[in-house]
């Protein structure tokens, strides 16, 4: 059996992590999102609420499962049985570190990384940029899935 990881801080979803989740569900066994859990780093939504979005998002593929993970990405996989790890490559520019970090992995463990190219549609898409780009006002509602795009207008104006 075929498994992988989606590993990520998902802060929150968008789109385009969407498409990719949906793909690698078609081309592994069993597939899980991972979210990093980072006490240094405070997002905009709590891992929590990261969870439930990712649950609500994925739950038309059974063979995907959401799960946090804190340490070494590698060393999750190991205790997990997941021997590939996946990432989207929207651009050029994410290739350098996304190479860096696959290569560091690979020679910590065994474990393989996988690149997917990102639909070119959403090849500009960053939870960073949504989450600029909704604080100031601007429409993000085709760039999320809706349930994150309502839980994203609910955290801002709460806040
Ligand atoms: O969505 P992000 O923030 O780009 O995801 C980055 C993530 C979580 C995949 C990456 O930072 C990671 O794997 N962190 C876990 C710590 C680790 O294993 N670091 C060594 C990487 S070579």
């Known amino acids: ?37 980072n ?6 939504f709590q891992v929590d609420e990261r969870l439930q979005m990712l649950r609500e998002i994925t739950a038309g593929w059974p063979n995907v499962t959401v799960d946090t993970f804190s340490g070494l990405l590698v060393d999750y996989c190991s205790a997990q049985g997941i021997g590939v790890i996946v990432k989207g490559l929207r651009a050029v520019s994410d290739f ?5 970090m696959a290569q560091m992995n690979a020679g910590l463990t065994q474990v393989e990384t996988v690149f997917l190219p990102t639909a070119p ?8 940029l949504v989450k600029q780009v909704a604080t100031y006002g601007g429409d993000v509602s085709h760039l999320l899935p809706p ?8 955290k801002l104006a709460s806040s």
């Open 121 to 128: 549609g959403y090849s500009f898409i960053s939870s960073s």
């Open 96 to 100: 350098d570190y996304e190479l860096q």
């Open 39 to 44: 006490p240094a780093k405070k997002g905009l």
């Open 147 to 154: 349930v994150v795009f309502t839980a994203l207008q609910a």
């Open 1 to 37: 059996m075929t498994h992988a990881v989606c590993p990520g801080s998902f802060d929150p979803p968008t789109v385009g992590h969407l498409d990719i989740f949906g793909r690698v569900a078609a081309l592994f066994d069993r597939v899980t999102v991972a979210v990093l859990v």
